[in-house]
C-alpha cells in the first residue's frame, strides 16, 4: 500500500515551458486536492475533485488546470509557467468530505 | 473566511521536556481538527485527528485536545525526544468540508 505518490520529485523550468504533475493514490479515495505550499503562505488549495470525472477550484486555482480522468489519479498542468509558480507541490486524498487527508511527498518546483 | 494561528513559530527546547503547541481557529463550527507533522523537505503526515464532539485524542506520546467553544486545539507531546524535531501543523476542514485551512505551523528543535 503506497497511499499517496508524486511525480516527479523535483523539476525546472523555463518560463513559458509547460509541464504535468501526477498524483496516484491506492486507497480508493474520492476526494483528491493540489496545494501548494510557500514560505509565509503556508499551504494552499489550487483544485479539488470530489470523484473522477470531476474537479473545482480552490483559493488559488489561476495559471493551473486540473483532471481526474481516473478514480485514482489527479494531474495538475502548467500550460505556460511562470517564476510565481516557483513552490512545492502537495497532492492528497480522503474518503471524502471532512475526513482524514493523506499526503504526498510533494513535487518541488522551480520556474526561472 | 476560516484562519488558523499557531504561536509559537519556533520552539527550542532539550530532551525530555514535556511541550504543548497551541493552534488556535477563527470559526468554531469546524468538523474536525486534524494535526500533522512536516519534516524539511518532505511531505506531511497526519498524526492525529479530533473530531468536533470530542475532547481529546491520544496516539502514543502525543495527545491533542479541543475545544471548540474557544476555537483552540493544543498539541502535548510528553517526554520529547531528538527525533520529535519537525514542523508541526494544525489544520481544519473548509465551510464545505472540502480543503483544509492550514495554520503557518510551529516549527520544533529538541536539543540532544
Redesign the interface.
Known amino acids: 500500500n503506497a497511499g499517496v505518490t508524486q511525480t516527479p520529485k523535483f523539476r525546472v523550468l523555463k518560463t513559458g515551458q509547460s509541464m504535468t504533475l501526477l498524483c496516484a493514490q491506492d486507497m480508493n479515495h474520492e476526494?483528491m486536492?493540489w496545494?501548494r505550499q510557500d514560505p509565509?503562505m503556508?499551504?494552499r488549495?489550487i483544485h479539488?475533485s470530489?470523484g473522477e470525472g470531476t474537479t473545482?477550484k480552490?483559493?488559488v486555482p489561476d495559471g493551473y488546470n486540473v483532471s481526474r480522468l481516473k478514480k485514482q489519479n489527479f494531474l495538475l498542468g502548467l500550460e505556460s509557467a511562470a517564476p510565481s509558480q516557483t513552490s512545492v507541490y502537495?497532492c492528497?486524498s480522503s474518503y471524502g468530505?471532512?475526513r482524514?487527508?493523506?499526503?504526498?511527498?510533494?513535487t518541488?518546483l522551480t520556474v526561472t | 473566511k476560516q484562519e488558523v494561528t499557531q504561536i509559537p513559530a519556533a520552539l527550542s527546547v532539550p530532551e525530555g521536556e514535556n511541550l504543548v503547541l497551541n493552534c488556535s481557529f477563527t470559526d468554531s463550527a469546524i468538523y474536525n481538527l486534524q494535526w500533522f507533522r512536516q519534516d524539511p523537505g518532505k511531505g506531511l503526515t497526519s498524526l492525529l485527528l479530533i473530531q468536533s464532539s470530542q475532547r481529546e485524542q491520544t496516539s502514543g506520546r502525543l495527545n491533542a485536545s479541543l475545544d471548540k467553544s474557544s476555537g483552540r486545539s493544543t498539541l502535548y507531546i510528553a517526554a520529547s525526544q531528538p527525533g520529535d524535531s519537525a514542523t508541526y501543523l494544525c489544520a481544519v476542514p473548509d465551510t464545505g468540508r472540502r480543503a483544509l485551512t492550514f495554520g503557518s505551523g510551529t516549527r520544533l528543535q529538541v536539543q540532544p
Open positions: 476526494y486536492y496545494y509565509g503556508g499551504l488549495l479539488y470530489v473545482a480552490g483559493e502537495f492528497a468530505p471532512g482524514e487527508q493523506y499526503f504526498g511527498p510533494g518541488r
